[in-house]
């Protein structure tokens, strides 16, 4: 028989309140919003019966503008360490029921002790967000508590991974704490983020727009580049961190599992062939041809809405995690533009912190002109790519699918830049830049004086295509390790891979670099 003393009746009376949120009222209120409630979440996020709560009795200290006398259940965030697929996490989830799921010292401290818990234990440390920001009642004590939460994600940044899902209207410094993670989740129509909010920006600069407009999925999934993956709804959203979860390690002193796959690393693929003899002014599908290359065909995309002139995400080559970056020849002739090569650059220091290998599949004209781009800062954030891949140790194997110009052909993971092993199909056209535009500048004056400039013109052009758009030159320096059938990718990336599975690159000393941000 169970035996329910005194105490124990208290401490039961205690954590059930604590447990009932902000109250029915607001609980319903939640729902209608089309959001599940922070232990719902929690519930969807985690392995069944996995979580064990810490903190459930934190409340804040605080007691201006009658805080004292409000009940606010554990201080609204619940907290606390629980397993995804078996593998161990640490977890916050912030409660709009209770104030708005507003952030003050109590609250604070609560998120910063498992991100502690998270850093020393190594695993990844998993932020539910749906927060009005700093509680406005504890005023400094709020903002102190925030920055204690910056600290803190910068100091696990690279060591451990850190995962935000923006589940609601984030506002202030709700938004700063998952900006510095390494992703961000958002919900069509009910995830919002904004450093200040529609009233705000009206009444500073007398622009007009609302939470949708301003900070909704749309505008940070294409827009702005803070979301990283969009969901349809929470439950997707729980699904979409879990498979994410599978491409990450621990933390950076661990590898991703491998998963042995059925699919024959050696599998030849016809469409790929098809792709390296069709017509190089009509753009294909580098999503398929990325399909082509992983096991089970399967690719999870990262920042997919996001600078859709380069494709990042994660596959499986041989069972293991490899991070993937290629040119987008459909969207704007797969050029480097600043926000490419910011999105670009993010994901690769990603994979290196966490020992993800990665693949490169190139095919760039150059970087994308225009007075806007240059006035924008194209050289010093275009810079950050280059850096990112000088800079990265995990092996590093790159296929030149097409065209491979200029600077653009340095930045994207060639042998100068220590890819590790650099392959090119026999189509690739590896050179400073394409025919027309280097024919236009060596042979201007010849072309004017010609009888007949319009066919010497084109017989200069043919001279140059025969001459330097091939990968031959480049394999003749030794830049490219090999000319490959296009039909046979799969087989000698995997098998690079394989090789270089312990690659071992040492470290310079120094404190840290100083990445053109
Ligand atoms: C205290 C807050 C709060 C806050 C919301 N609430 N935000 N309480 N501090 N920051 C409370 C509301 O008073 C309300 O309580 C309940 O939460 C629900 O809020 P509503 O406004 O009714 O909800 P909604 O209409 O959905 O709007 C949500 C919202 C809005 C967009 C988040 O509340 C809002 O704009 N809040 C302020 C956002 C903001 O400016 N934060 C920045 C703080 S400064 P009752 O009891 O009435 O239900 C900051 C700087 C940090 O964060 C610095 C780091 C760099």
Redesign the pocket.
């Known amino acids: 028989m169970k035996i329910v003393s005194d105490k124990t009746a208290e401490l039961h009376k205690r954590s059930e309140k604590a447990k009932a949120m902000g109250g029915p009222e607001?609980v319903a209120a939640q729902k209608k919003?089309g959001k599940l409630t922070a232990r719902e979440r929690l519930d969807a996020l985690l392995d069944e019966d996995s979580f064990q709560e810490l903190d459930l009795l934190r409340h804040t200290r605080a007691s201006e503008f009658g805080l004292a006398e409000k009940d606010i259940p554990a201080d609204g965030v619940v907290t606390g360490m629980g397993r995804v697929h078996g593998r161990n996490v640490c977890v916050f989830s912030q409660d709009?029921t209770v104030?708005?799921?507003?952030?003050g010292l109590a609250h604070a401290e609560k998120i910063c002790k498992v991100m502690d818990l998270g850093l020393e234990s190594g695993v990844p440390v998993i932020g539910l967000c749906d927060?009005?920001?700093?509680?406005?009642?504890e005023g400094v004590d709020?903002?102190g508590g925030?920055?204690e939460i910056?600290y803190r994600n910068v100091q696990a940044s690279g060591r451990i991974p850190q995962i935000s899902a923006i589940l609601?209207?984030?506002?202030?410094?709700?938004v700063?704490s998952p900006a510095i993670t390494d992703f961000i989740f958002m919900v069509k129509d009910t995830s919002?983020m904004f450093i200040?909010?529609p009233?705000?920006i009206r009444a500073a600069t007398g622009e007009e727009c609302d939470?949708e407009t301003l900070g909704g999925v749309e505008a940070h999934s294409t827009r702005s580049g803070v979301c990283h993956f969009v969901a349809n709804s929470e439950h997707d959203c729980f699904r979409q961190i879990q498979e994410l979860l599978e491409f990450l390690p621990q933390n950076c002193f661990d590898a991703v599992k491998p998963r042995p796959s059925g699919d024959d690393p050696n599998r030849e693929s016809a469409v790929l062939d098809r792709i390296a003899h069709s017509d190089p002014k009509r753009p294909y599908s580098v999503h398929e041809v990325i399909r082509e290359l992983a096991d089970e065909r399967s690719f999870f995309e990262v920042h997919a809405g996001f600078a859709r002139n380069i494709v990042v995400g994660f596959i499986r080559l041989g069972g293991r995690a490899v991070g993937v970056v290629a040119n987008n020849p459909q969207h704007l002739s797969g050029a480097l533009n600043i926000s490419a090569s910011e999105k670009g650059a993010r994901f690769v220091r990603c994979c290196d912190a966490f020992n993800i290998p990665i693949l490169t599949l190139v095919d760039v004209p150059g970087y994308w002109p225009g007075v806007e781009q240059e006035h924008g800062g194209i050289i010093r954030k275009g810079a950050k790519l280059l850096y990112a891949y000088c800079q990265a140790t995990v092996p590093k194997v790159t296929v030149v699918l097409k065209k491979a110009y200029g600077g653009a052909y340095d930045v994207m993971s060639s042998k100068h830049v220590r890819g590790d092993l650099n392959f090119a199909w026999p189509c690739a056209e590896i050179a400073v830049m394409g025919p027309q535009g280097a024919v236009n500048i060596l042979f201007a004056r010849e072309i004017r004086a010609a009888a007949k400039p319009e066919e010497r013109r084109k017989q200069l052009v043919d001279d140059y295509t025969k001459q330097f758009s091939n990968p031959y030159l480049a394999a003749q320096r030794g830049y490219i390790d090999e000319v490959i059938e296009a039909r046979r990718t799969r087989s000698k990336v995997a098998n690079a891979f394989r090789f270089l599975k312990d690659k071992k690159t040492p470290r310079v000393e120094k404190k840290h670099g100083n990445i053109p941000l």
């Not at 104030?99 to 952030?103: A, I, V, Y």
Request: charged fraction near 10%.
């Open positions: 607001r919003a709009f104030l708005g799921g507003s952030l927060s009005g920001g700093a509680r406005i009642q709020a903002l925030y920055a910056f609601g209207p984030c506002a202030g410094g709700a700063y919002h200040t909010g009233e705000v939470f």
